[in-house]
């Protein structure tokens, strides 16, 4: 991974999306300027006449006003784009669209080809090695992470360069009389599960499994661990922790307000529902015993989603809600 450091609660994988679209669309837009540059004025003003005018396509160049959904229905970490659609205007707009998005599909995977070219890949380039990206019938762009993707994104959440907030590190402190754990029993349950994040994770630590500093846990060989995920519930958690961060991201990007700023009935709905997938998990998904005795790697990474979880409600707690998250109840 590079030397920067990331915020964990802006790593949402929509927003991630959003910023690379960005950059393709930017791409496909300067070749149609230099295309329109070399064209006669006559063949300009014809082509102009079945087109809107390159200015109509500029104005949607913001990351905010570039539309990107998850798709609910797929199994896999999916999404559709309209951005075609939404620069393509009224005139023509299925034939127009079908070229915008196409243009767009060709200014990725020049970028994917470039990027594969360099000797040492930025750790969110890596990502998009092995995103597809689909045009449909009428425009629309639908990009979908593989397997391979979605790992490379959970390397990144686990790095100990992706931080859980802007406070200092110390703050993570016993707090069984935090106003979180008095004041209801929805709030203290999401406290419970981050503590109990952090004993499984302090468990680990004294089995020589992963390494910790105060407490912030690094695991052990982190390039060597696959993020697999084959059962049903590690699947489920990563979908949830998807769901999390891209709500959040999705919020702040539309409305312009940090993650501080977002109303706290949302952060604890996203913390709460992020519990609930992590209870499943931790029940179906075994540790220690048989599994760290036969397959070590499948250990390693499920810690791993352990400890990706302890980093997004540490910062749902911390930086959302301004309140300590507790490590021991």
């Known amino acids: 991974m ?3 450091y990331y915020p964990i609660l802006s790593l949402g994988i929509r927003l991630l999306l959003v910023n690379r679209l960005q950059k393709a669309l930017q791409i496909w837009q300067k070749e149609q300027l230099f295309l329109q540059s070399q064209q006669s004025k006559e063949t300009a003003c014809t082509i102009f006449a079945s087109n809107p005018p390159l200015g109509e396509h500029l104005k949607f160049a913001f990351p905010s006003e570039i ?14 784009s309209a951005i075609a659609l939404k620069l393509a205007g009224q005139r023509s707009r299925t034939e127009e669209a079908m070229s915008i998005a196409l243009g767009i599909r060709e200014a990725w995977e020049r970028m994917v080809a470039i990027e594969s070219q360099k000797n040492t890949l930025a750790a969110l380039d890596k990502i998009w090695q092995t995103t597809t990206v ?6 629309g762009i639908y990009l979908e992470l593989t397997e391979q993707g979605l790992a490379e994104w959970l390397h990144i959440l686990a790095h100990p360069q992706t931080y859980c907030n802007n406070l200092d590190q110390s703050t993570s402190i016993v707090a069984k009389n935090a106003p979180c754990i008095r004041d209801s029993t929805s709030k203290f349950h999401i406290c419970y599960v981050h503590a109990r ?4 994770l302090r468990s680990a630590v004294r089995d020589n499994l992963i390494d910790a500093h105060s407490y912030n ?5 982190q390039n060597l661990i696959r993020f697999n995920l084959r059962h049903p519930a590690e699947q489920h958690l ?9 709500n959040l991201d999705n919020l702040a990007s539309c409305n312009d307000v940090t993650v501080a700023q977002t109303p706290p009935a949302l952060i604890w709905r996203s913390a709460q529902e992020l519990s ?10 075994r540790i220690w015993g048989e599994v ?9 990474m499920r810690l791993g989603l352990v400890l990706i979880t302890q980093k997004i409600l540490r910062s749902l707690l911390e930086e959302g809600l301004g309140i300590a998250a507790p490590v021991e109840l």
Not at 74 to 80: C, D, E, N, P
């Open 2 to 4: 590079s030397s920067a």
């Open 67 to 80: 539309p990107l959904n998850r798709v609910k229905a797929h199994t896999q970490i999916s999404y559709v």
């Open 134 to 139: 689909q045009v449909d019938s009428l425009g």
């Open 197 to 200: 994040c952090c004993s499984l």
């Open 217 to 221: 846990f690094t695991l052990r060989e």
């Open 238 to 246: 990563v979908s949830q922790m998807v769901t999390v961060l891209d």
């Open 276 to 285: 609930y997938s992590f209870e499943a998990f931790h029940k179906s998904c």
């Open 292 to 300: 760290v005795q036969s397959d070590p790697q499948l250990a390693q």
